[in-house]
């Protein structure tokens, strides 16, 4: 017989495997939600470092350009101050990615007094160790340059790098210890991105441009560029001291790119630029006035595209009306959340063709503007700073021509030149011409062959004459190198020199001042690397200009079979008139056009062109066929600079 009493021992066992399922239970829901915290805390703990490496890589984009400048500046010397240490230590700073969240925010928060959770938090100094070299040196990087190719054969590193620049020994062992921009850095080797020829187009070649949205050019489409670049390693985490874990250490390796892009789009400007409109009110003639590709204007304002088809801006980009770029219609409010991502659904492309750099990730992109500057130069020698020379579109000037002496303060003739120019073996040499004595006039024995000669205007403004194409045996007549060297003109006065005569020049020049005029260069075709003029003076154009084809493109130019090719060439003055009469002569242009003007609050209308006898603008005159670059060797010897910055991750294996 079995009583109550004893049913309940039979029980037990049922109850206790009960309670032990729901202990089990217990267990594995607290270690699921022990599980789910720490993936939750190193998901928190990724996007807490890829928020920092962001901000770091901004940062590094936007302190990086003054520390190269400042390098050349002092030609490439030690500096603590713009070492590549101090570049990542301003970056870092910049970023502030040693702390999660800045004590002053701590404290308006109220949690100051409260421990932190955070495990990324760590000490500047620590932080300054995520930085090295691809070898590991702190503080250091590894320049993307031949005496580091051994590096890049590694198999982390073999075929995800960009071709390899060369230059001299001590300059790429300065290299990484601070950020060398040179012209002395060239290409040395034939790579399949080098899509011109690596010996005949050595310091830009014609090479794709990255894959930003920022749309200075489509990504993927060749641009007349120099990639300079340099490799690091970041590895985020830290490693146990003392009491205190360590956390799982994370190496990526990036490359810093710094693209020298040469002026080459066929409207830039770092000012205000106006597109589409004349000053008068009238719009520009449809029929006469075309662009191919794409413009670039610190700030834009567009009336029509005229063919453009991309529009980039630093600050700011209006239109007037919706228009078309590359088929999308694109109105002011572009830039507005929603209507981008719409633009970008309907390109199926994250890559608009309207961009304002200040909206782009890793990047900047920074016109090399030194304004009225780049026409001036102190001295026929040209300077021994690197970032002048680099700069200074005069200081790369081959030939000087100084006007040392004038008729009158009134009359602004020059009665004595100096001329200097560099021989067959890179010597500087110098010519004193005088009139009377060793400068003759046109009408006089030996004047025809002079390259230099003077001249009244029909508004009777002083001119001192250039004819382009007596220069070479000219120059070579007296010893100095061809035109493959001497191929850059500035022109200037020295009022030192005469202060009895020569006017001490303003900016602008005033009609009394020396001017320069350009005649008979129709025929351009000897300068085979191209003609620059430069001065801080009014020039006149007074015949066609480079109007005569060569027999054939350059080879290993990157120019399709039968491309008709012209010889380089640009101007660079204070002012240009077209003609010297008060005819109203057409004027048909064909290539690029930009203004050294930058920032200020003034307009740029970049028809707007001058007779050579009054200040009218002529626009039923006016005919333009604007079109970028196409090769490097449609680039003139004197150009202006633009420096884009990009930083991107090394591809993974």
Excluded at 236 to 244: A, D, H, L, V
Excluded at 268 to 284: C, D, P, R, V
Excluded at 507 to 531: E, F, N
């Amino acid at each position: 017989m079995i009583t109550r009493h004893q049913s309940g021992f039979a029980a037990l066992p049922v109850v206790s495997a009960i309670g032990l399922i729901f202990t089990a239970t217990l267990l594995l829901l607290l270690k699921g939600s022990l599980l789910n915290q720490d993936q939750i805390a190193k998901t928190q703990l990724r996007t807490d470092y890829q928020q920092r490496e962001e901000s770091l890589m901004r940062a590094l984009a936007a302190v990086f350009p003054q520390a190269a400048i400042d390098c050349m500046k002092q030609n490439y010397a030690a500096s603590d101050g713009y070492s590549w240490s101090a570049v990542f230590a301003k970056a870092q700073t910049m970023a502030a990615v040693s702390t999660a969240l800045p004590a002053e925010i701590k404290t308006a928060v109220g949690i100051s007094p409260s421990r932190s959770a955070n495990s990324a938090d760590a000490g500047v100094a620590i932080v300054e160790t995520w930085i090295t070299s691809l070898s590991g040196i702190v503080g250091s990087v590894t320049p993307g340059t031949t005496d580091y190719s051994d590096i890049f054969n590694d198999p982390r590193f073999k075929g995800k790098t960009p071709p390899l620049l060369a230059c001299s020994e001590a300059l790429q062992e300065a290299d990484a210890l601070r950020p060398v921009v040179s012209r002395s850095k060239t290409y040395s080797a034939q790579s399949p991105s080098l899509l011109a020829d690596a010996v005949r187009y050595p310091l830009y070649n014609y090479i794709p441009y990255p894959n930003i949205r920022f749309g200075y050019a489509q990504p993927g489409s060749p641009i007349v560029a120099k990639r300079n670049w340099w490799a690091f390693s970041v590895t985020f985490g830290t490693r146990p001291t003392g009491s205190k874990p360590g956390i799982k250490l994370l190496t990526k390796h990036y490359i810093l790119s710094l693209y020298e892009i040469p002026s080459q789009l066929p409207i830039e400007a770092s000012t205000f630029a106006a597109i589409g409109t004349h000053q008068n009110g009238l719009t520009w003639n449809p029929e006469m006035i075309s662009i191919t590709g794409g413009v670039y204007a610190d700030q834009v304002s567009l009336a029509d595209t005229h063919g453009a088809s991309r529009v980039s801006g630093k600050r700011s980009i209006q239109l007037a009306a919706p228009v078309s770029l590359t088929g999308t219609t694109v109105g002011n409010d572009f830039d507005k959340a929603g209507v981008r991502e719409a633009i970008q659904v309907q390109t199926n492309s994250d890559i608009l063709p309207v961009t304002l750099s200040a909206n782009t990730g890793r990047l900047n992109f920074q016109p090399i503007q030194r304004g009225m500057e780049f026409l001036k130069r102190t001295s026929d020698a040209p300077s021994s700073n690197a970032w002048e020379t680099y700069s200074n579109g005069a200081e790369r000037c081959t030939v000087t021509v100084t006007a040392t002496s004038m008729v009158s303060q009134v009359d602004q003739t020059p009665t004595t030149i100096r001329v200097s120019f560099r021989t067959a073996s890179g010597s500087l040499k110098e010519v004193i011409l005088q009139r009377g004595s060793t400068w003759p006039t046109l009408l006089q024995p030996g004047g025809a062959i002079l390259p230099f000669q003077t001249e009244l205007t029909d508004s009777n403004h002083s001119c001192l004459t250039f004819y382009p194409t007596l220069l070479d045996a000219w120059l070579q007549s007296l010893g100095g190198a061809s035109l493959a060297t001497n191929n850059a003109i500035h022109f200037r006065t020295d009022p030192a020199a005469d202060t009895l005569t020569i006017l001490p020049l303003t900016d602008p020049p005033l009609p009394d001042h020396m001017a320069v005029i350009i005649r008979k260069g129709q025929d351009l075709t000897p300068y085979s690397t191209g003609l620059s003029v430069v001065t801080p003076h009014r020039i006149y154009v007074g015949d066609d200009l480079n109007v005569t084809p060569a027999a054939a493109a350059p080879a290993g130019a990157a120019l399709a079979a039968g491309s008709v090719y012209y010889p380089p060439l640009s101007i660079f003055a204070a002012e240009i008139r077209i003609g010297t009469t008060s005819a109203i002569r057409p004027f048909d242009l064909h290539g690029q056009i930009s203004t050294l003007t930058q920032g200020g609050t003034g307009t740029w209308r970049p028809m707007d062109l001058k007779s050579g006898s009054d200040d009218a603008t002529h626009t039923d005159t006016i005919a333009a066929d604007l079109r970028p670059l196409n090769s490097p060797a449609e680039l003139p010897p004197v150009h202006q600079m633009n420096w884009l910055i990009v930083i991107e991750e090394m591809a993974h294996n």
